[in-house]
């Protein structure tokens, strides 16, 4: 059952910027870190960036650091995903999910669990 919704995807040219947004549930926002993966085709689901439980740290894959800032609005139990200097590798789809499973490192798609549906990134170049 999906409990999140992403927005914000499309097609820009490289160089370009776009932001995501992941809105979740109370329930969800206010229990879990949250964290951004992306999947290209024929591709291994990969980490992009999460926040700690209180949404206060923040941490990135090496691939987007610089370019990339998550963040959160509390109140409207939304997450963000500021992707400024696209590159062609980035195209993917993107998805946000809750950190569930705490023993699995923040960086590990499976210890992610209520899983949006996914907005498609395409950086044209």
């Known amino acids: 059952q999906v409990q999140e919704v992403e927005s914000g995807g499309g097609l820009v040219q490289a160089g370009g910027s776009l932001r995501l947004s992941c809105a979740a549930s109370g329930r969800i926002f206010n229990n879990y870190a949250m964290g951004w993966f992306r999947q290209a085709p024929g591709k291994e689901r990969e980490f992009v960036a999460a926040?700690?439980?209180?949404?206060?740290?923040?941490y990135y894959a090496d691939s987007v650091k610089g370019r990339f800032t998550i963040s959160t609005d509390n109140a409207k139990n939304t997450m963000y995903l500021q992707m400024n200097n696209l590159k062609p590798g980035d195209t993917a789809a993107y998805y946000c999910?809750?950190?569930?499973?705490?023993?699995?490192?923040?960086?590990?798609?499976?210890?992610?669990?209520?899983w949006g549906q996914g907005t498609q990134v395409t950086v044209s170049s």
């Open positions: 926040t700690s439980l209180s949404h206060v740290n923040t």
């Open positions: 999910a809750a950190h569930v499973e705490r023993t699995v490192p923040a960086d590990d798609w499976r210890g992610y669990g209520y």
